[in-house]
T-cell receptor, first 114, second 117 residues
Framework: DSGVTQTPKHLITATGQRVTLRCSPR?????VYWYQQSLDQGLQFLIQ???????AKGNILERFSAQQFPDLHSELNLSSLELGDSALYFC?????????????FGPGTRLTVL | AQTVTQSQPEMSVQEAETVTLSCTYD???????LFWYKQPPSRQMILVIR????KQQNATENRFSVNFQKAAKSFSLKISDSQLGDTAMYFC??????????????WGAGTKLIIKP
């Protein structure tokens, strides 16, 4: 158990809908990262937050947004969902945002868009 | 471009054998960190081992060890006495300073490792 929690574990929804994925980082970690992993593919970095502020952006679509709250939990909002958004969404956390920071991953949220 | 290459899409070995997964990377940086993560069928992403580039000594975690060749930009993972539970997708990743001056993990495509009984 990495100490990172994600809810829900599974989510099934329809095209055009909006969903929110939630992540709680390990105790003491200030950075939260979101990744997308489509079937049989590697991880695509979406976005990073550090201590409540956006720190880095990867290949995140405009339909997607995220935020980190004062208690450091983070939410990833996916809107106008398309079939291609079906994927495993991981949250990871690290102590800070430096080169030596190891990222610890949550169990992921499996999103299925029908 | 800073990249990570895992040249073996899939490997399989017998239980108790030793297996080495290869990873090469490309960077002009001098200070960086390298990681191996495993993703078993449960799809959980689990840290296996990490290596600091400034350390010449290869990292070791129980049955897992790395062969880090900085000049060759190679970072292979050796699994000794392989076990059925080692069956997983293994990803090599590399922490770099991105263009927007933030540290970012760059991931390889993964190697699927199957341990046969």
């Amino acid at each position: 158990d990495s100490g990172v929690t994600q809810t829900p574990k599974h989510l099934i929804t329809a095209t055009g809908q909006r969903v929110t994925l939630r992540c709680s980082p390990r105790s003491g970690d200030l950075s939260v990262y979101w990744y997308q992993q489509s079937l049989d593919q590697g991880l695509q970095f979406l976005i990073q937050y550090y201590n409540g502020e956006e720190r880095a952006k990867g290949n995140i679509l405009e339909r997607f947004s995220a935020q980190q709250f004062p208690d450091l939990h983070s939410e990833l909002n996916l809107s106008s969902l398309e079939l291609g958004d079906s994927a495993l969404y991981f949250c990871a956390s690290s102590v800070s945002a430096g080169v030596s920071d190891t990222q610890y991953f949550g169990p992921g949220t499996r999103l299925t868009v029908l | 471009a800073q990249t990570v290459t895992q040249s073996q899409p899939e490997m399989s070995v017998q239980e108790a054998e030793t297996v080495t997964l290869s990873c090469t990377y490309d960077t002009s940086e001098n200070n960086y960190y390298l990681f191996w993560y495993k993703q078993p069928p449960s799809r959980q992403m689990i840290l296996v081992i990490r290596q600091e580039a400034y350390k010449q000594q290869n990292a070791t975690e129980n049955r897992f060890s790395v062969n880090f060749q900085k000049a060759a930009k190679s970072f292979s993972l050796k699994i000794s006495d392989s076990q059925l539970g080692d069956t997983a997708m293994y990803f090599c990743a590399f922490m770099i300073l991105s263009m927007d001056s933030n540290y970012q993990l760059i991931w390889g495509a993964g190697t699927k490792l199957i341990i046969k009984p």
